[in-house]
């Protein structure tokens, strides 16, 4: 009997340990990983010099223990005193103030150009051109701008909303962890080129340490415009998710070669997609062009990315994606899991002919739809809470547990700044029919066979910014840097949960071209909000 105790107090232990090491990062990661991603790590795993360090992580999940420590959203002046750093931001300061933010995409164009003289060439010859004319000088519909999101950024945020082309300009370009010389400055109107890099990990890296915490990363300055009267706005129906409700029609899977169904006779008129409806009351706030004096309330200096998709059958989806230069993660016991340079979030409104019917909200790995009726909305426009850090996109303010029990990992959101993306945004029309299915997948670990290097004239911009550069939806690589190798001190991975991990790709990515409300098949489309629901359970 003595034996068989201590076998059973060192055998029991063990098996826990190997147990919790085999099952928990498959409970902590819902998505599905592959054959690359586990050769990947293979070689992850192998970048570390310590032996023991390589053991502890191949047979209990436990990685870089030794690189452990706190890791705060900001840093006091005191504590940021690394002088390369600081002559680094030096630098790109004085690059950053020679040329202006706030200049047109003409003049970006020009700047960027190798041949400035050609570049206006092009432009004449489609201001001459009918048709190119008629392509890209397409008003957004009115009912798309009437019916936008607002989002509220949590009130105690380090990492507000950033400019897509401000970000680029502190970035160079990494090939499967080693820098790129490039001849051409990288800006939109090129990024699309580096999809020559076929069969291997692109990514635009930071310049600067971002453990240093350097201003551009937090952008304070595109801080929302407070508004008037931030609480003006309609409760949503709260309940389980399950309450019972019948439909017309399928508008909320459908797509060009999936027409809606009828489930029931119609009482709506067929009007053609993109068509305006109706003003709307008075308590909708006033939209002001973009070139205009805008209306301070909600008005931030970062640009949203508006992309609109007709699906056929008077079916248009509205992407409204926000871009942040920093995704700070969350904390367990006092680590901090899951931050990555780089940051798109977005959520999607469902049209059919010109009546909102449906809205996605993007949360991590997935996210939830619900049906208009569902939300909270100020006036007719819905309202979106931006979780602290990680900018995950909910329903409601509060606590939102995830993946672990008794709330140990959470996004937290509040009714902090609210931000009207209507306002300032790049807007561009996309038509999914004229792309190789293949060339819009978000391939895993970023990787693709082979990069598209041409321009498919798919995505078109609006009227509103007719000389938008539109190339760069079409970089297939990460918006930051490569997950960094167990060998960085920075890193760390536990139970598989990395520390950092690597950037986002970009919008076109995002299934875009979508039949359902949510990118997978899989959604759920709730008619009421449920607060302790998820989107994966």
Same mark, same amino acid.
């Given at each position: 009997?003595?034996?068989?105790?201590?076998?059973?107090?060192?055998?029991?232990?063990?098996?826990?340990?190997?147990?919790?090491?085999?099952?928990?990062p498959?409970?902590?990661?819902?998505?599905?990983?592959?054959?690359?991603?586990? *050769?990947?790590d +293979?070689?992850?795993?192998?970048?570390?010099?310590?032996?023991?360090? @390589?053991?502890?992580?191949?047979?209990?999940?436990?990685?870089?223990?030794?690189?452990? +420590?706190?890791?705060?959203?900001?840093?006091?002046?005191?504590?940021?005193?690394?002088?390369?750093?600081?002559?680094l931001?030096?630098?790109?300061?004085?690059?950053?103030?020679?040329?202006?933010?706030?200049?047109?995409?003409? %003049?970006?164009?020009e700047?960027?150009?190798?041949?400035?003289?050609?570049?206006?060439?092009?432009?004449s010859d489609?201001?001459?051109?009918?048709?190119?004319? @008629?392509?890209?000088?397409? &008003?957004?519909?009115?009912?798309?701008?009437?019916?936008?999101?607002l989002?509220?950024?949590?009130?105690?945020?380090? =990492?507000?909303?950033?400019?897509?082309?401000?970000?680029?300009e502190h970035?160079?370009?990494?090939?499967?962890?080693? @820098?790129?010389?490039?001849? %051409?400055?990288?800006?939109?109107?090129?990024?699309?080129?580096?999809?020559?890099? !076929?069969?291997?990990?692109?990514?635009?890296?930071?310049?600067?340490?971002?453990?240093?915490?350097?201003?551009?990363?937090?952008?304070? &300055?595109?801080?929302?415009? /407070?508004?008037?009267?931030? &609480?003006?706005?309609?409760?949503? /129906?709260?309940?389980?998710? @399950?309450?019972? #409700?019948?439909?017309?029609?399928?508008?909320? !899977?459908?797509?060009?070669?999936?027409?809606?169904?009828?489930?029931?006779?119609?009482?709506?008129?067929?009007?053609p997609?993109? *068509?305006?409806?109706?003003?709307?009351?008075?308590?909708?706030?006033?939209?002001? /062009?973009?070139?205009?004096?805008?209306?301070? &309330?909600?008005?931030?200096?970062?640009?949203?990315?508006?992309?609109?998709?007709?699906?056929?059958?008077?079916?248009?989806?509205?992407?409204? =994606? =926000?871009?942040?230069s920093?995704?700070?993660?969350?904390?367990?016991?006092?680590?901090?899991?899951?931050?990555?340079?780089?940051?798109?979030?977005?959520?999607?409104?469902? =049209?059919?002919?010109?009546?909102? +019917?449906?809205?996605?909200?993007?949360?991590?790995?997935?996210?939830?739809?619900?049906?208009?009726?569902?939300?909270?909305?100020?006036?007719?426009?819905?309202?979106?809470?931006?979780?602290?850090?990680?900018?995950?996109?909910?329903?409601?303010?509060?606590?939102? /547990?995830?993946?672990?029990?008794?709330?140990?990992?959470?996004?937290?959101?509040?009714?902090?700044?609210?931000?009207?993306? *209507?306002?300032?945004n790049?807007?561009?029309?996309?038509?999914?029919?004229?792309?190789?299915?293949? !060339?819009?997948?978000?391939?895993?670990?970023?990787?693709?066979?082979?990069?598209?290097?041409?321009?498919?004239?798919?995505?078109?911009?609006?009227?509103?910014?007719?000389?938008?550069?539109?190339?760069w939806? #079409?970089?297939?690589?990460?918006?930051?840097?490569?997950?960094?190798t167990?060998?960085?001190?920075?890193?760390?991975?536990l139970?598989?949960?990395?520390?950092?991990?690597?950037?986002?790709?970009?919008?076109?990515?995002?299934?875009?071209?979508?039949?359902?409300?949510?990118?997978?098949?899989?959604?759920?489309?709730?008619?009421?909000?449920?607060?302790?629901?998820?989107?994966?359970?």
């Amino acid at each position: 009997m003595y034996w068989l105790r201590r076998f059973t107090i060192v055998t029991v232990p063990l098996a826990l340990i190997i147990f919790v090491a085999t099952y928990l990062p498959v409970i902590l990661d819902p998505s599905n990983r592959g054959p690359e991603s586990r *050769a990947r790590d +293979r070689l992850w795993v192998s970048s570390s010099p310590y032996f023991w360090d @390589r053991q502890a992580c191949r047979w209990i999940s436990l990685c870089g223990l030794h690189h452990l +420590r706190r890791d705060p959203a900001a840093l006091s002046p005191i504590l940021d005193d690394d002088p390369e750093d600081e002559l680094l931001r030096v630098e790109l300061r004085k690059r950053t103030d020679s040329k202006r933010m706030d200049r047109t995409w003409e %003049e970006d164009a020009e700047l960027n150009a190798p041949n400035p003289e050609l570049r206006k060439s092009k432009r004449s010859d489609m201001k001459r051109n009918p048709k190119e004319r @008629r392509r890209i000088l397409r &008003d957004v519909p009115q009912y798309v701008l009437d019916h936008a999101p607002l989002v509220h950024l949590y009130s105690g945020e380090q =990492f507000w909303p950033s400019d897509i082309r401000e970000h680029i300009e502190h970035m160079t370009v990494t090939v499967d962890h080693k @820098r790129v010389n490039l001849t %051409e400055k990288v800006s939109l109107h090129n990024l699309q080129a580096l999809n020559r890099y !076929d069969n291997q990990m692109v990514t635009l890296h930071s310049r600067e340490n971002v453990e240093s915490r350097p201003s551009w990363l937090h952008s304070h &300055d595109n801080l929302p415009s /407070p508004f008037d009267d931030p &609480d003006a706005s309609t409760p949503p /129906p709260v309940g389980n998710g @399950r309450k019972p #409700h019948s439909e017309p029609d399928t508008w909320f !899977d459908v797509d060009k070669k999936h027409p809606v169904h009828r489930i029931s006779d119609p009482r709506n008129h067929n009007v053609p997609a993109y *068509a305006p409806t109706p003003s709307p009351g008075k308590e909708q706030q006033k939209v002001i /062009p973009r070139g205009h004096k805008p209306d301070p &309330d909600g008005y931030s200096k970062a640009p949203a990315t508006l992309v609109l998709v007709d699906k056929g059958s008077g079916i248009v989806d509205a992407f409204w =994606f =926000f871009f942040y230069s920093y995704n700070l993660g969350q904390t367990v016991i006092g680590l901090r899991f899951g931050n990555h340079v780089g940051d798109w979030e977005h959520c999607m409104v469902r =049209f059919q002919n010109g009546v909102p +019917r449906g809205i996605f909200f993007s949360e991590h790995e997935g996210g939830q739809a619900y049906a208009w009726e569902a939300i909270e909305k100020r006036g007719i426009r819905p309202v979106i809470y931006s979780a602290v850090g990680s900018h995950a996109m909910y329903a409601l303010p509060g606590i939102h /547990p995830y993946v672990l029990p008794f709330k140990m990992l959470k996004d937290v959101t509040d009714k902090g700044p609210l931000w009207d993306p *209507a306002l300032n945004n790049y807007a561009y029309f996309y038509d999914y029919t004229l792309e190789n299915p293949k !060339d819009t997948i978000e391939h895993e670990d970023g990787i693709a066979e082979q990069g598209l290097t041409h321009d498919t004239h798919s995505f078109t911009p609006a009227a509103s910014n007719p000389d938008a550069p539109v190339t760069w939806l #079409h970089y297939q690589g990460r918006w930051g840097d490569e997950t960094y190798t167990l060998a960085d001190m920075r890193q760390w991975r536990l139970f598989g949960q990395y520390h950092y991990v690597t950037g986002p790709s970009g919008p076109k990515f995002k299934n875009l071209e979508r039949q359902t409300l949510c990118p997978a098949r899989n959604c759920r489309l709730l008619y009421e909000i449920d607060p302790k629901g998820t989107w994966y359970h």
